[in-house]
T-cell receptor, first 111, second 112 residues
């Protein structure tokens, strides 16, 4: 069965500190990988994606994620977070036309 | 403006009363999908559609129906809602090869 695991349900961090949100997936076939962000009372927005090519992908607001095939991981990182990054983050995979989402990680950035 | 529109945003109903949540996209996307979001469970896919008249089950299809008669519309039908279908529902659309999903604002459903 396919699955996506986000082990950390909540991550508190101080402003300007680095952060890593972990995502692991289980699949024996090739996948496409995504990170989405959800701000309070809103729908989800794409943060970044990996389809092929370079295993390190970056977003316009300083986040990056690295696809590690051997560890079946796609962890999200940011070297210095801002208060405005407070949101819930979801990892997702696309396998044979079906999307699977993780349970989400709430990032709480404190001043 | 590119968007996915869901209606209604909020809905309170009673057990057994049929309801439909509409979803429309203006991006000519081939792929459309319905999700439910529950605390601690993330988003779970209910149904998806690869194109007109082509629909398939996601992970949690029981109790739901969908149809795709036009490319832009993908309504979600609950023929006999039950309290365990109380949830936040999202519609999304995308297209290969980029597969970026665009989400609607959500429909919060309460079944009493």
């Amino acid at each position: 069965a396919q699955s996506v695991t986000q082990l950390d349900s909540q991550v508190p961090v101080f402003e300007e500190a680095p952060v890593e949100l972990r995502c692991n997936y289980s699949s024996s076939v090739s996948v496409y990988l995504f990170w989405y962000v959800q701000y309070p009372n809103q729908g989800l927005q794409l943060l970044l994606k990996y389809l092929s090519g370079s295993t390190l992908v970056k977003s316009i607001n300083g986040f990056e994620a690295e696809f590690n095939k051997s560890q079946t991981s796609f962890h999200l990182r940011k070297p210095s977070v801002h208060i405005s990054d407070t949101a819930e983050y979801f990892c997702a995979v696309l396998i044979f036309n079906k999307f699977y989402f993780g349970s989400g990680t709430k990032l709480n950035v404190k001043p | 403006e590119a968007q996915v529109t869901q209606n209604p945003r909020y809905l309170i109903t009673v057990t057994g009363k049929k309801l439909t949540v509409t979803c429309s996209q203006n991006m000519n996307h081939e792929y459309m999908s319905w999700y439910r979001q529950d605390p601690g469970l993330g988003l779970r896919q209910i149904y998806y559609s690869m194109n007109v008249e082509v629909t398939d089950k996601g992970d949690v299809p029981e109790g739901y129906k969908v149809s795709r008669k036009e490319k832009r519309n993908f309504p979600l039908i609950l023929e006999s809602p039950s309290p365990n279908q109380t949830s936040l529902y999202f519609c999304a659309s995308s297209s290969p090869p980029q597969w970026v999903q665009y989400f609607g604002a959500g429909t919060r459903l309460s079944v009493l």
